[in-house]
């Protein structure tokens, strides 16, 4: 199905012009040697462009279209008419210049095999070069000796001849597609993709950029043990794919990849979508509303385009018409070793994506007084890693279930719940997020523990839930402590807030008398705001019945956790409304 959706895909955007054809893709650039007719080298060129990354920008290979790179494993395979410095001059900085001879040796046999007899100058100035090329005598050549280092490093080159690129002259062009077309090599076998019977491809297209996968390419269909070579079927037999169907999934795929502006990493799976239309402005409002991408739009704008179209009601984005019927998918992939495993692949209608979406974010919905509204699916991961370790990457499992949840409008992973838990009791910390997360995870997984008048968006005064009550008590025990003791750095949620949540029986009974003590150090030098914290602690113990519970559930103490950053969410907003007094 992933292939067949994929296809479907390269065939869109080979319409629209924007993926090359069958035999033809692009391949990152960074130099471009030119020749004489002689074959003599006169120059060379870096055809770099500039882009901006991190806030800086840097010079990256340029994208070309070219004959479709080849397979390579350990064995010599040139590419035709560019390759890196090891195949096209015979040298880099590998350290085995025998092998490397032998590259270039197989690159000079490839040229004579497709271009003897080519009425063509072009053509016969580049076999020119590799008939009088000594690579020996390489790094002594004036042309290369400025950038030397570079080309040698694995940088790829091309030629160009009288101004132009060989590769788009159009008899060379020509020779290299029916060398291409004619290379329909292998058994005739039906193709899982198309349906068609023909001759399948026995090693597909590689994959780049795939974090983590190997920066040769990677496969996404391959087979290479003894146990998987049913029927003596080896390499990518058993998964038989037309050679235009290995070209067309790929071709895709790594379109996708390229995409920086539309492609997200979630723990160790780079996440992939498009829409089946092949228009861009799918992508780029999937991106803003589902991991926080950059829009064009301001938030209020934003927020108005997904409500309709989780209506069902068309929008215009920027110049394109969003139809909220349009297909939509979204694949997750992860690196294994040299292959590719699949993590998630979903599909719905847009606008049914992007009401999961919405309903996420409605449950994520909390009083705050942070600068952001939007928790992306990447905060809501960070939240459950430990700021300050080395490596501050989730669990690779847990991002994409928790993904999965959001997108398919599924029951939350227990890991999200169990992570955000273990940080609170870490740092006693209940923040904005992790506060979020609480009441979105029991919204969606309900448990008999925790009462939904705890799930509100702002402080419910009159929820009598007692752990919800209790940690309403225990912030405004915290609030009298500060208030007692300015800027003071420790404070009884240092000490005690674990153990509040998890037993308070034991542990409100020494809260009560300390904060007693506060209250009475408070009295003689600001009576008013002491009757006002001795009010509040008796409107709050009213809602409790006449003892606490000995033991709280992990449930029970979410609702204690909730409580607590209710409470003291309306001593932060009472502070900002006298500061605007």
């Known amino acids: 199905m992933i292939l067949q959706v994929l296809t479907e895909y390269y065939e869109t955007l080979a319409a629209l012009g924007k993926l090359d054809p069958p035999g033809w893709s692009k391949s990152g650039i960074s130099f471009a040697l030119h020749i004489n007719d002689a074959g003599e080298l006169e120059q060379v060129s870096s055809v770099k462009t500039e882009q901006i990354r991190s806030s800086k920008t840097v010079a990256v290979p340029q994208d070309i279209s070219l004959p479709a790179p080849v397979k390579r494993t350990v064995g010599i395979a040139p590419n035709f008419l560019w390759d890196h410095s090891g195949y096209i001059l015979g040298r880099d900085a590998k350290g085995k210049p025998q092998r490397s001879l032998e590259c ?276 809501l991961l960070d939240a459950t890693v430990n700021q300050s370790s080395k490596d501050k990457s989730p669990s690779p499992v847990m991002a994409g279930e928790v993904l999965r949840a959001v997108l398919a409008d599924i029951r939350y992973p227990a890991s999200l719940l169990n992570g955000v838990t273990l940080r609170i009791r870490a740092d006693h910390k209940v923040d904005y997020v992790r506060a979020a997360i609480l009441k979105a995870y029991y919204l969606k997984n309900p448990h008999p523990d925790i009462s939904k008048e705890v799930l509100t968006v702002s402080l419910n005064p009159a929820c009598d839930d007692p752990a919800y009550v209790l940690g309403r008590l225990f912030s405004v025990y915290e609030t009298i402590q500060s208030a007692t003791n300015p800027g003071i750095n420790t404070t009884i949620k240092d000490k005690y807030f674990n153990s509040a949540a998890s037993t308070p029986a034991t542990i409100f009974s020494i809260l009560g008398n300390l904060a007693q003590k506060h209250l009475k150090k408070l009295k003689g030098s600001n009576m008013g705001l002491c009757v006002f914290y001795e009010k509040q602690i008796t409107e709050i113990t009213a809602l409790l019945g006449t003892s606490f519970p000995a033991r709280m559930s992990l449930p029970q103490q979410g609702a204690f956790q909730l409580g607590y950053y209710h409470q003291t969410q309306v001593r932060y907003q009472k502070k900002e409304e006298n500061q605007n007094v």
Not at 150 to 176: C, D, M, R, S
Not at 230 to 238: D, I
Not at 341 to 353: D, K, P
Request: a negative charge.
């Open 104 to 379: 270039f040796n197989a690159c000079k046999l490839l040229h004579h095999k497709l271009l003897d007899g080519v009425d063509s100058p072009a053509a016969q100035a580049l076999l020119a070069f590799f008939d009088h090329w000594d690579p020996l005598q390489a790094q002594n050549h004036p042309a290369l000796q400025e950038d030397w280092e570079e080309l040698t490093a694995g940088a790829n080159l091309v030629f160009k001849y009288n101004g132009a690129y060989i590769h788009t002259i159009p008899l060379v062009k020509q020779v290299w597609q029916s060398y291409y077309d004619s290379g329909d090599e292998g058994p005739e076998m039906v193709c899982l993709v198309t349906g068609r019977k023909g001759p399948v491809e026995a090693v597909h297209p590689p994959i780049k950029g795939v974090a983590g996968g190997q920066s040769s390419g990677t496969a996404l269909v391959s087979y290479n043990a003894p146990a998987f070579c049913s029927y003596g079927r080896e390499q990518s037999l058993n998964a038989p794919v037309s050679k235009y169907a290995a070209f067309a999934y790929t071709a895709a795929l790594n379109n996708l990849i390229a995409d920086r502006d539309h492609r997200f990493r979630m723990g160790d799976a780079t996440v992939l979508f498009w829409a089946r239309s092949g228009q861009a402005a799918f992508q780029s409002l999937f991106s803003a509303a589902a991991f926080g991408g950059k829009s064009p739009y301001d938030a209020g704008t934003l927020a108005g385009m997904l409500e309709n179209l989780s209506k069902g009601i068309p929008v215009q984005y920027e110049e394109t018409r969003l139809d909220p019927d349009m297909d939509f998918y979204i694949l997750g992939l992860s690196p294994n070793a040299a292959r590719l495993s699949v993590r998630f692949f979903l599909q719905n209608s847009f606008g049914g994506f992007l009401k999961n979406v919405q309903a996420h974010y409605r449950r994520l919905e909390i009083v705050h007084n942070e600068r952001f509204d939007a928790i992306s699916v990447w905060k």
